[in-house]
């Protein structure tokens, strides 16, 4: 059972998506979000900067360690950075006494693969040069910002540079085939997602299983669009969430599996009733105080807040 909170929040959520959801419309192209100029919390250190051409925010706890966390954001290839993934720097920042970069990088309806996860990997790249030299940093991000996460750390691999020490990947969307069990399984029950009960899967299934114009004419399952389907030999300790009502819960499943396959670390929490990206959308719920708590305390496990 989820709470009473997340009950109601659920409901309403369904009821606000129900006019996009009918219409099988996308909700990062429907759905414009505020983004206020930004004022970081009192104490806070932040600045914009700029690391392999691509423009990246910097957030400086008081009394921060050594370590360091860098934070990819999702929203497919059209939601920028705004407030929500602003308040959750500040989070990370605060609870794990770590400088946060997010990389804000270019999005847009008319951005197609690879264009997005280049960007990303310079950023990265130039960063491993700088800010994460040492190799003392996690790693976090959310729905397409955990591909673009994962992509990044396959070519830094790769390519011979640092690793982050710890992994974390929240709700994530990287199997862009959309080719998992779960978006039949809840294809009714995502409010956020899901279609109308008096529609039919068998009819819909394309609506469901949704393909990003994004990918282009990349093959939908080629491993550096699709991490999903890569190999992830050497990679850290990951941790993975997602909610159990969301309609790409095998996203996560999938990467689950594939790390064990190759004996990696890696642990999976999927959160009963819950939707895509709740801890991030809605972080006062029960279950998302439980998802945040158990992130500080897989990072503060992971990274040394004193340097290596």
């Known amino acids: 059972m989820i709470s009473l909170g997340a009950a109601i929040v659920r409901a309403a959520i369904r009821a606000y998506t129900y006019p996009y959801r009918k219409?099988?419309?996308?909700?990062?192209?429907?759905?414009?979000?505020?983004?206020r100029p930004y004022k970081p919390p009192e104490g806070f250190a932040f600045t914009e900067e700029i690391y392999g051409g691509v423009q990246a925010e910097k957030l400086v706890p008081p009394g921060a360690g050594k370590a360091s966390i860098l934070q990819f954001h999702g929203g497919g290839h059209?939601?920028?950075?705004?407030?929500?993934?602003?308040?959750a720097a500040e989070r990370l920042a605060a609870n794990c006494g770590c400088t946060v970069y997010s990389i804000d990088y270019r999005t847009g309806a008319?951005?197609?693969?690879?264009?997005?996860?280049?960007a990303c990997y310079l950023a990265y790249a130039e960063l491993c040069k700088t800010g994460l030299a040492d190799g003392n940093f996690a790693a976090i991000g959310d729905s397409f910002g955990?591909?673009?996460?994962?992509?990044?750390?396959?070519?830094?691999?790769?390519?011979?540079?640092?690793?982050?020490?710890?992994?974390?990947?929240?709700?994530?969307?990287?199997?862009?085939?959309?080719?998992?069990?779960?978006?039949?399984?809840?294809?009714?029950?995502?409010?956020?997602y899901a279609m109308p009960k008096h529609c039919s899967f068998a009819e819909h299934e394309k609506d469901i299983r949704r393909i990003s114009p994004y990918c282009g004419n990349t093959p939908l399952t080629h491993p550096d669009l699709s991490p999903a389907?890569?190999?992830?030999?050497?990679?850290?300790e990951t941790l993975i969430q997602c909610g159990?009502?969301?309609?790409?819960?095998?996203?996560?499943?999938?990467?689950?599996?594939?790390?064990?396959?190759?004996?990696?670390?890696?642990?999976?929490?999927?959160f009963h009733g819950m939707w895509h990206d709740f801890m991030y959308m809605f972080p006062w719920l029960k279950e998302s105080k439980l998802a945040w708590r158990e992130i500080f305390k897989f990072i503060a496990a992971n990274v040394s807040a004193n340097g290596k």
């Open 110 to 118: 008319d951005l197609v693969y690879p264009a997005v996860h280049d």
């Open 229 to 236: 389907y890569a190999d992830f030999y050497g990679f850290p």
């Open 146 to 192: 955990a591909n673009l996460l994962l992509s990044a750390c396959l070519r830094a691999r790769d390519d011979r540079l640092p690793l982050p020490s710890a992994i974390v990947c929240v709700c994530s969307f990287i199997d862009m085939a959309a080719s998992g069990d779960s978006y039949k399984e809840n294809c009714y029950r995502d409010p956020l």
């Open 244 to 270: 159990g009502a969301e309609t790409s819960r095998s996203d996560s499943e999938m990467l689950y599996a594939r790390l064990l396959k190759r004996g990696r670390s890696a642990k999976l929490h999927v």
């Open 23 to 35: 219409r099988f419309a996308s909700l990062s192209r429907s759905v414009a979000l505020k983004n």
């Open 78 to 87: 059209t939601v920028p950075m705004n407030d929500m993934y602003r308040k």
